[in-house]
Nanobody, 121 residues
């Protein structure tokens, strides 16, 4: 079973930056479409972005376009979500997901445990 681990979350002031990492042991993430999602209590889960397998495609949600980027470091078997110019409304629990042999993220594969991001003064 693929076990995804997110890291890099925490608290930051508005306008600050964080970089989230998603990694796994024993599995090559390049084989998977990796998605980043976020959820706030009482609201539906929102896809933030998706990196297709082998870097085949990249999608970023309109709500974060221009501020967030997704990248892969295959040597480190890690997918990053770089978050710049953070706003209080970016506060959420962030998850990464993995869909095998997919160019897009449908959320039907494996999920990490999630990591909290708090943006406030």
């Amino acid at each position: 079973q693929l076990i995804l681990v997110e890291s890099g979350g925490g608290s930051v002031q508005p306008g600050g930056s964080l970089r989230l990492s998603c990694t796994a042991s024993g599995y090559t993430l390049n084989y998977y479409a990796i998605g980043w999602f976020r959820q706030v209590p009482g609201k539906e889960r929102e896809e933030v972005g998706c990196s297709g397998n082998y870097g085949s495609s990249t999608r970023i949600a309109d709500s974060v376009k221009g501020r967030f980027t997704i990248s892969r470091d295959n040597a480190k078997n890690t997918v990053y979500l770089q978050m710049n110019s953070l706003k209080p409304e970016d506060t959420a629990l962030y998850y990464c997901s993995a869909d095998a042999q997919k160019t897009t993220c449908d959320g039907r594969g494996d999920w990490g445990q999630g990591i909290q991001v708090n943006v406030s003064d």
